[in-house]
């Protein structure tokens, strides 16, 4: 019932016939010009490295101040939790809400779900609830916005500047880390961990 | 316009969950996908009606986020209300012209991008247009992809409020101008993941039936390899 060597086009519908890249291609769909696939840019161990990597530099963006202000003698710091507790206490709950989910739990989530899959693929093993973390990691990509959060950091500084004395510190750093890392984990396609688990599957069987 | 093999003339179907190519059953519309058990449909389901739904309520949105004042600030005597574009025209005051660039364009022009283009986008397929086909699914690929930037000024106003707490000194508050924004980006989003642009290039293939009723019989025949280009 699956044709594994065809590939749609998820955006025009149109059909094609796979065939092997080498490194750095991506095959486009000649109607429509979307990507349809490319070659494969991480192997499993540099996916699961990627992620690791950016584990350390969530803890990091999460543990310490994002920035400091001072003002007429007085100085304020906070860190992202801090941030997300003033403004649930504030008027605007729901944006704290909103800033909790998108900054801090669905990209955990990601992570800690690309850390368990990784980590059980590359030893040649399909890990139990495989399926219901993939579709998981899918919905949850659109929503994960540490890259904005990232870039709204870097204006809220700038806004501050001729207000006050602002000095961006460690936490700035860390989420500076994290886009980074993430960028390129999340340029990996899904659908070669489902090629890999099919693999698994079929050299199992 | 050159045509390229369709799956829905093959019977074929791709699974949204995990982008496997599968042959539907002739009989049963709603199979499920064999690799990842996500089941399987032609189209998303009610994507126009959903994808109006989202982007009225978004427009409607709209208004409120721009007219209401998203933030107040207080410094010592001086307090004032900001709006969106008041913000954008501030940064451009004090002479940060790149911020200001990137702020209006997060802000204010690709919600404006997004809600005209989407409306556009479901009108045309609902009218079955042929028209530029091409342009309009690249258009559609860039909304989707921009969408969530435009929470910037959202996440700009959430740090604002934490690290400028000075008591009688200086202080940020939110207003409900905010909350809106973020609805409407919310909105907007749901809006471009609910459209399907398949759903244009249909209008294109079912004018051409006759030609591909032809070739059912033997799909390999017509499918050619995608052309690899570099990036």
């Known amino acids: 019932m699956a044709e594994a060597n065809w590939v749609i086009c998820k955006f025009c519908d149109s059909v094609y016939q796979r065939t092997a890249l080498a490194r750095c291609e991506i095959a486009r769909c000649s109607q429509c010009g979307a990507e349809l696939y490319h070659a494969r840019r991480a192997s499993i161990d540099a996916m699961l490295a990627l992620t690791i990597g950016s584990l350390f530099a969530f803890v990091i963006a999460n543990l310490f101040p994002i920035a400091s202000l001072e003002a007429q003698g007085r ?19 729901p944006i704290g809400a ?84 993430l960028t390129l984990l999340n340029s990996c396609h899904l659908s070669e961990l489902w090629d890999r688990a099919d693999r698994i599957k079929s050299a199992s069987a | 316009m050159n045509k390229q ?39 998303k389901r009610d994507s126009l009606t959903r994808s109006w739904a989202f982007l009225i309520s978004a427009a409607l949105l709209y208004i409120p986020a721009n007219m209401l004042p998203i933030m107040h600030t207080q410094q010592l005597l001086d307090r004032y209300d900001s709006t969106i574009l008041s913000g954008v025209v ?36 609902q009218r079955g247009s042929h028209w530029r086909l091409r342009e309009r699914t690249q258009i559609y690929r860039i909304i989707d992809y921009v969408g969530h930037w435009s929470m910037l000024d959202v996440f700009v106003v959430v740090l604002l409020i934490s690290l400028v707490q000075f008591g009688g000194l200086a202080l940020v508050q939110p207003l409900p101008g905010v909350m809106a924004f973020g609805g ?29 009723s032809a070739t059912d019989a033997a799909p390999e025949a017509n499918i050619q390899t995608a052309a690899a280009a570099k990036p």
């Open chain 2, 90 to 125: 501030l940064l451009w005051h004090n002479g940060v012209y790149d911020l200001a660039i990137i702020v209006f364009t997060a802000s204010i022009f690709v919600p404006i991008l997004k809600i005209v283009s989407l409306a556009i986008l479901l009108i045309a397929t």
């Open chain 1, 98 to 181: 909103l800033a909790a989910m998108t900054v801090f739990f669905f990209p955990l989530t990601q992570l800690c779900l690309f850390a368990y899959v990784l980590s059980a693929l590359r030893m040649d093993h399909i890990p139990p609830g495989f399926r219901l973390v993939m579709h998981t990691l899918r919905q949850m990509h659109p929503w994960a916005m540490v890259e904005v959060f990232m870039l709204g950091v870097l204006v809220a500084v700038v806004k501050l500047k001729d207000v006050a004395s602002v000095t961006p510190l460690n936490g700035t750093w860390g989420f500076a880390a994290l886009t980074l890392l």
């Open chain 1, 75 to 93: 100085s304020n710091e906070a860190n992202l939790w801090q941030v997300i507790i003033d403004s649930l206490d504030s008027s605007a709950a």
């Open chain 2, 184 to 212: 409407v980006v919310v909105l907007t989003m749901l809006a471009s993941m609910s459209f399907d642009p398949r759903l244009m290039w249909d209008a294109h293939a079912n004018a051409n039936t006759e030609t591909h």
């Open chain 2, 5 to 43: 093999p369709r799956a829905a003339d093959f019977g074929l179907v791709v699974c949204e969950g995990c982008d496997l190519a599968v042959r539907q059953p002739r009989n049963n519309e709603e199979g499920f996908c064999p690799r990842c058990d996500e089941p399987l449909r032609r189209r």
